[in-house]
C-alpha cells in the first residue's frame, strides 16, 4: 500500500503535464535558452570532441553541461556575461571531474555505444590519436591552451589548480605526445 | 615524478600542429536533429527536481492529502454507484482503481516503466511492431548504436497517447497510441516538448525483439522510481525483492526483479551525486546481447 504513496507523490511534483502558473514564465526562458542551445551547438559539441576525444562523450559531455546550464539559465545569463565561455569551462571541468569520479565503463553502460558508433574520421591522424591518449586533466589542459588559446593563469583559474600544476601537465602532455609521435614526427617534419 | 624539474621542450612544430589539430575541420560533428529538445527537456527535468527537492516536504504532504482524497472520492463513488468500476470495495479495489478516476495520474500511466513496457512497447515485441504503433526513431546522439549484438534506438511517440486525459487509461493497447486524430499542430510548444520526456532507448536483439528498454527518459517505474530518486530510496523500495534476489546494495547500478514480471530486471545506473541518471526495463527471459 505505502508504495502507491510515493507513486503519487511523484505524479504530483513531477510529471503532471498541464502548465502550472509557476510554470509560464518558464516557458518563455526555455524557449529563449532552446534559442542559445540551437546557436551553440555545433561549436559545443566540436569542443567536446576535441575535449572527450569521441563523439558519444562528447554529445554526452555537452548535453550535461547544457541541461544544467538550462536549469539556471536566468541565472547564468545574469551572473556570467558570456554564457558561451561560462559553458566552455563548465565542459572542461565537467569533463575532467567527471572522469575523475566515474569510470569509463559506467559511461558505457548508461548509453551504450561503441561497435557501430560512426567511424571516426580521426583514425589516420597520429596526432589525435596521440592527444586522446592523454589523461583528462593533461588533455584538457591542452585543449585549453590550443584550442582555447588561454594563458596559464586562466587555466588555472578555469580547472581550479595552480599555476605550477598547469604547467607540470602541460609538460607532462607534451613529453607524451613527443613520445608518442616520436617516430613520425622525430624521423619527418622535427628532424633537426 | 618530474613534476616541475622538467624544462619546457616545445618545440614551435609541436604547437603548431596542436594548433592545427584542434582547427581541423574534422573534429567538427554533426548535431541531431532533437538534441536541442532533449537539453531544453533535460534542463526543465533538473530545474523541476531541484524545485521539488526544496519542497519535499510539501510535496510529500499535499500527496498523501490528494491520495487520501483520491481513495475518497474512489469510495464515495462505489457508495452513490456512479463509478464505473465494477470491483467490490475492498480496500486494495479502492486504492488501485481510485487514483485512475482522478485526471492528473490517469495522463501519467503513458509514464510507466514495467512491469512488462512501457506506453505501448513490451519487452519481446517485434521492434517493427514498434514502428507500426506510432514510435518515431530519434536519435539523440545522431545514430542508432550497438551494444553487443543489440542495436539502441531512441525512441518517442508521434503523439502524445495521452493529451486529452481520460481517453487513454488502458495503458498498454494500440489504442492508447498515436492516431491522425489529434491535430498536432494545435498543441503547445510545451506540449510538444514535454512529450519527449518519453523518450525511450530501445535495445533490439539480433531476432528483432526488444530486450531492454528505458535510458535517459522521464518515465517511472509503478513504485515511482525514475530519474533523480535517491539510491537510498530505491533501496527502501525495492527492499523486498533485492533482498530475495541476494542482490548487493552498492555500486553504481542496481538490479531489482520486476515485481509482478518474473522475466525481467530492473537495471538503475546511478550517478556520482547517488541518484537514478538512467533506467531500465530488462528482459530475462530473451536472448541477451552478448
Known amino acids: 500500500m505505502t508504495a502507491l504513496v510515493p507513486s503519487t507523490a511523484r505524479a504530483v511534483g513531477g510529471v503532471d503535464r498541464q502548465p502550472k502558473p509557476d510554470e509560464a514564465g518558464h516557458i518563455e526562458i526555455e524557449e529563449d535558452f532552446g534559442e542559445f542551445v540551437r546557436a551553440v551547438l555545433p561549436g559545443l559539441l566540436r569542443y567536446g570532441h576535441a575535449l572527450t576525444g569521441n563523439p558519444h562523450d562528447a554529445a554526452d559531455l555537452v548535453q550535461g553541461v ?88 586562466e587555466i588555472a583559474s578555469t580547472l581550479g589548480i595552480s599555476k605550477g600544476t598547469v604547467k607540470s601537465q602541460a609538460n607532462k602532455a607534451m613529453a607524451s605526445l613527443r613520445a608518442r609521435l616520436g617516430v613520425t614526427v622525430a624521423e619527418g617534419r622535427e628532424a633537426r | 615524478m618530474t613534476d616541475n624539474d622538467r624544462p619546457d621542450e616545445r618545440r614551435p612544430d609541436l604547437d603548431a600542429e596542436l594548433r592545427r589539430l584542434f582547427a581541423d ?22 530545474r523541476r527536481h531541484r524545485t521539488t527537492v526544496a519542497a519535499a516536504g510539501g510535496v510529500l504532504a499535499v500527496a498523501a492529502l490528494v491520495f487520501v482524497g483520491a481513495a475518497l472520492t474512489g469510495i464515495g463513488g462505489h457508495l452513490t454507484h456512479t463509478v464505473t468500476a465494477a470491483a467490490p470495495p475492498s480496500l486494495s479495489a479502492t486504492l488501485t482503481t481510485a487514483p485512475a478516476t482522478t485526471t492528473p495520474t490517469v495522463r501519467n500511466d503513458a509514464y510507466l516503466l514495467g512491469p512488462y513496457g512501457a506506453d505501448g512497447l513490451k519487452l519481446g515485441m517485434p521492434a517493427g ?54 491535430p498536432s499542430a494545435a498543441r503547445s510548444v510545451i506540449e510538444q516538448k514535454l512529450a519527449k520526456e518519453r523518450l525511450v532507448t530501445v535495445l533490439v536483439s539480433a531476432r528483432g525483439s526488444i530486450v531492454q528498454l528505458g535510458g535517459v527518459t522521464g518515465l517511472h517505474t509503478p513504485e515511482g522510481i525514475g530519474l533523480g530518486t535517491s539510491a537510498k530510496r ?14 548487493p546494495a552498492s555500486g553504481r547500478s542496481v538490479a531489482v526483479p520486476v515485481p509482478g514480471n518474473d522475466t525481467a530486471t530492473y537495471v538503475f545506473y546511478l550517478g556520482a551525486d547517488g541518484t537514478v541518471t538512467s533506467l531500465w526495463l530488462r528482459s530475462d527471459s530473451d536472448v541477451t546481447c552478448q
Request: glycine share 6%; aromatic share 8%.
Open chain 1, 66 to 153: 547544457l541541461e544544467r546550464i538550462g536549469a539556471r539559465w536566468s541565472f547564468v545569463l545574469r551572473r556570467t556575461g558570456d554564457p558561451v565561455a561560462y559553458a566552455r569551462r563548465a565542459m572542461a571541468n565537467a569533463h575532467v571531474s567527471r572522469w575523475r569520479r566515474t569510470r569509463r565503463e559506467n559511461l558505457v553502460a548508461e548509453l551504450p555505444d561503441t561497435a557501430v558508433w560512426q567511424p571516426d574520421r580521426f583514425d589516420d591522424e597520429p596526432l589525435w590519436q596521440a592527444v586522446r591518449a592523454l589523461p583528462p586533466r593533461q588533455r584538457a589542459v591542452m585543449v585549453l591552451r590550443y584550442y582555447e588559446d588561454l594563458s596559464e593563469a
Open chain 2, 234 to 247: 530505491v533501496y527502501a523500495v525495492y527492499a523486498e525483492q533485492l533482498k530475495a534476489a541476494g542482490a
Open chain 2, 129 to 182: 511492431a514498434a514502428l507500426k504503433m506510432g514510435y518515431s526513431p530519434v536519435s539523440i546522439m545522431g545514430s542508432p548504436y550497438a551494444q553487443g549484438k543489440c542495436i539502441g534506438y531512441t525512441v518517442y511517440p508521434t503523439l502524445p497517447a495521452d493529451q486529452d486525459g481520460p481517453t487513454t487509461t488502458p495503458p498498454v493497447t494500440t489504442d492508447a497510441l498515436p492516431t491522425k486524430e489529434a
Open chain 2, 25 to 46: 575541420e574534422r573534429l567538427t560533428l554533426p548535431v541531431a536533429e532533437d538534441i536541442e529538445n532533449a537539453v531544453v527537456v533535460g534542463a526543465r527535468r533538473r
